[in-house]
């Protein structure tokens, strides 16, 4: 029994800021990876930005927002955030937390997907 909850979505105008949150809770060995996805109304569920939680904590952006959102993790708490600066209207979508973890030693690995959250800008 494992869980995403999202959290920090809301209206803002363009050029603005927002900080999204994700707690992952449950019964929880490691989380290997976790990712921020995107949805816009009507349209495909796109990658957003992806962080390793082992290692150096290696981060992968999509172009569309490379150099404006910044990804990171708090693994102590099981929890993913993204920070988004200089939002545009076009960013507007419900943004899900995706984590690739282990419920036990030496276990198979699993994927979750958190409800989403909304996030909406406006010019």
């Known amino acids: 029994q494992v869980q995403l909850v999202e959290s920090g979505g809301g209206l803002v105008q363009a050029g603005g800021s927002l900080r999204l949150s994700c707690a992952a809770s449950?019964?929880?060995?490691?989380?290997?990876?976790m990712a921020w996805y995107r949805q816009a109304l009507g349209k495909q569920r796109e990658l957003t930005a992806i962080?390793?939680?082992?290692?150096?904590?290696?981060?992968t952006y999509a172009d569309f927002v490379k150099g404006r959102f910044t990804i990171s993790t708090d693994t102590a708490k099981n929890n993913l955030y993204l920070e988004m600066n200089n939002l545009k209207p076009e960013d507007t979508a419900v943004y899900y937390c995706?984590?690739?973890?282990?419920?036990?030693?030496?276990?198979?690995?699993?994927?979750?997907w958190g409800q989403g959250t909304q996030v909406t800008v406006s010019d």
């Open positions: 449950g019964s929880i060995y490691a989380i290997n990876r």
């Open positions: 995706y984590a690739v973890l282990g419920v036990r030693r030496g276990g198979a690995e699993y994927e979750y």
């Open positions: 962080i390793k939680t082992t290692g150096d904590g290696e981060t």
